[in-house]
């Protein structure tokens, strides 16, 4: 099975000028003319990210290949080539593994990515699907979780909170919006919230060796988020939907409060960009209310 499946990936990948050796031989030769690569990985695993039997697997294969694009829009890196390694149950099908790479490829071709190489092996466990993503610094260099500054305003893409009903899967990493505004406006720092945007913030702040408050008002809740609040009120209302569910793989920017400014005026690309609160000297995570107390804000989300 292995060397038919092999055959019809070699096959179906396309070539990608980056990538004068890919799959096929020992390993890939990338091309890269910076110099320089920003790597990043993930694993998805069945029973923990997806459950295999409720859901098409193309979904599966785009979603592992998206959060790793996603972790590079953190770091506002170009992605260039991803290696895609599955280990699948005994009595998965040829034609579901070929469907997971066709979500694969569907995704590396929305974004330019060249599929590298990777690794097949079956076994009696469940599904898992890991991919490595390379991408390549632009010439500003890459973005860090810890340049943030007290006094630098806390940007948001997007909406946030009850991506369980769908978003998780079908999210659009942020990487025309993180090179978009890398190269165009001093940014100080960013992340992606792939864990709550809480969490996530928090982690950021912590980083950066600040504090953070967060205006309730102001956080971009999501219609997902106020659907789950309405189903189940006792799991939370939209705003801690928003705080904590995590998987919005939406950016968080810190800058200047004047950029600040001018990047949520642009009106160039189609993604919202929110002024959410500010980083501050103090360490510690707070939520600031419309009438502008300040409570401290637990930071919660997913724990790996
Ligand atoms: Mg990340």
């Not at 999210?171 to 945007?197: I, K, N, Q, T």
């Amino acid at each position: 099975m292995e060397s038919e499946f092999v055959n019809w990936l070699r096959a179906r990948v396309p070539s990608h000028p980056l990538v004068p050796i890919g799959i096929g031989d020992d390993a890939a030769l990338l091309s890269l003319a910076s110099g320089k690569c920003v790597v990043t990985s993930d694993m998805l695993m069945d029973g923990v990210d997806f459950v295999l039997n409720d859901c098409d697997p193309r979904r599966i294969g785009r979603k592992s290949l998206a959060v790793n694009l996603s972790d590079l829009a953190a770091m506002a890196a170009k992605p260039v080539a991803a290696i895609v390694s599955l280990a699948v149950p005994t009595d998965v099908s040829l034609e579901v593994m070929k469907m997971i790479y066709e979500g694969v490829l569907e995704m590396a071709d929305e974004f330019g990515v060249a599929l590298a190489g990777g690794d097949t092996n079956s076994w009696k466990h469940p599904l898992a699907i890991s991919v490595t993503a390379i991408g390549e610094p632009t010439k500003r260099g890459v973005l860090m979780r810890g340049g943030a500054r007290a006094g630098d305003v806390i940007l948001v893409t997007g909406q946030f909170g009850g991506s369980i009903l769908g978003r998780h899967f079908d999210f659009r990493p942020r990487v025309e919006e993180a090179l978009y505004l890398h190269s165009r406006y001093e940014l100080h720092g960013a992340m992606d919230v792939s864990d709550g945007l809480s969490l996530d913030l928090n982690r950021l702040a912590r980083e950066s060796a600040c504090g953070a408050i967060l205006d309730a008002s102001q956080v971009p809740i999501s219609a997902d988020a106020y659907r789950l609040s309405e189903q189940n009120p006792a799991k939370g209302s939209p705003l801690d939907h928003a705080l904590g569910d995590g998987e919005d793989f939406e950016l968080i920017i810190a800058t200047s409060p004047e950029t600040a400014e001018q990047i949520v005026a642009d009106r160039s690309f189609g993604v919202p960009v929110t002024r959410v609160g500010e980083f501050i000297a103090d360490p510690g995570l707070w939520l600031r209310s419309a009438t502008g107390e300040c409570h401290p804000l637990t930071p919660h989300g997913y724990e790996h």
